[in-house]
Structure formats: C-alpha cells, structure tokens
C-alpha cells in the first residue's frame, strides 16, 4: 500500500502564493504518475496538475500560467507551487498518487486533503 502525507495549505490573501508537498510511502516499487485535484464546497473534485513519470505536465485552464507541479523521484514526493492565487482557488486540495506495488500491483492513492483558503 501507498501511504501519502500532504502538507503547505493555509489561508493566503489574493495574489499570494503557497506551496503544497505530497511525500509517498509505503510498498512501492515506482512511481508512475502524480498530480493535484481540487474540491470546492458543492463542486465536483477536479484535476489541476499531473505530472507522469516521463514527459510533459498537464494542467487545467484555469490555473495555467500561475500553478507549476513539479517532482522529486528520490523522495516520492510530488509539489504544488501556487501563485497569484484567486479567492476562485479555494478549495480542498488532493493528491493523486499512481504507482506499481512492490508485488507489481498497480495502485491509485489519495491524500486526506489539505485545505487553501484565498481571502479577497
């Protein structure tokens, strides 16, 4: 099993910046995939950033030009770094963590959620 500790959410004026950390643990023989999504009260959970283990990054509209998802393979560790954050942002973020078990099992992981809060 995968185990994924977040980390970096808060309450930031618009405009602002945080920087979210999402360290993978566990029974793992790779890595493949990892990405951030986002819940907002009465909304569906949405993609915002992924990054495979090879190639290029993806994100959503909304967030392109102010977020970058950036990895570190060493550490397992998949971040999120939020500028010019809009008070639209807020939301429960969650990582999102795709890895192949030491056994060769493949896996589909989540944070408990960590919580941005952008005042106006």
């Known amino acids: 099993q995968v185990q994924l500790v977040e980390s970096g959410g808060g309450l930031v004026q618009a405009g602002g910046s945080l920087r979210l950390s999402c360290a993978a643990s566990?029974?793992?023989?790779?890595?493949?995939?990892m990405g951030w999504y986002r819940q907002a009260p009465g909304k569906q959970r949405e993609l915002v950033a992924t990054i495979p283990s090879g190639g290029s990054t993806n994100y959503a509209d909304s967030v392109k030009g102010r977020f970058t998802i950036s990895r570190d393979n060493a550490r397992n560790t998949v971040y999120l770094q939020m500028n010019s954050l809009k008070p639209e942002d807020t939301a429960v973020y969650y990582c999102?963590?795709?890895?192949?078990?030491?056994?060769?099992?493949?896996?589909?992981?989540w944070g408990q959620g960590t919580q941005v809060t952008v005042s106006s």
């Open positions: 999102n963590v795709l890895a192949t078990s030491t056994l060769l099992v493949a896996l589909d992981s």
């Open positions: 566990g029974s793992i023989f790779r890595v493949n995939a």
